[in-house]
């Protein structure tokens, strides 16, 4: 007898990210992400570009005023993304934004792992 296989998928996946530190190591955190189909995967990343279409920035726009703007813009990042993590602190919003806020490039890193799981499933195909 033939094993059966679903189309359909868990909703879920996990995998560890190095989130880059002030001391040049990264940690290893593990992430429960959420699987996005292509078409979800779409709307996130479109959410995101007309969010930075939307932007009008001034001339005289102040640096801490981009910063805010690039941390809004990393917790929707994350939010999309992501079901929940290793960290000590509760997955909630304000925690996600405090991580934006104090560990820079762990957004990217986040974002780059859950791209990654997606480019092994197209390498498999």
Request: hydrophobic share 40%; no cysteine; aromatic share 8%.
């Amino acid at each position: 007898m033939s094993k059966k296989f679903s189309i359909d998928q868990a909703r879920t996946f996990n995998a560890e990210v190095d989130i880059p530190t002030l001391s040049g190591k990264a940690m290893k955190v593990p992430f429960t992400f959420k699987a996005l189909d292509r078409v979800e995967l779409a709307k996130v990343y479109e959410g995101w570009n007309s969010y930075l279409k939307e932007l009008k920035l001034k001339e005289d726009t102040t640096m801490v005023e981009i910063v805010d703007i690039e941390v809004e813009l990393q917790t929707k990042q994350i939010l999309d993304l992501v079901e929940g993590w290793g960290f000590d602190d509760e997955f909630t919003e304000d925690n996600v934004k405090k991580l934006a806020t104090k560990l820079l490039g762990s957004t990217e890193a986040i974002v780059a792992a859950h791209n990654k799981a997606y480019a092994k499933l197209k390498e498999g195909n």
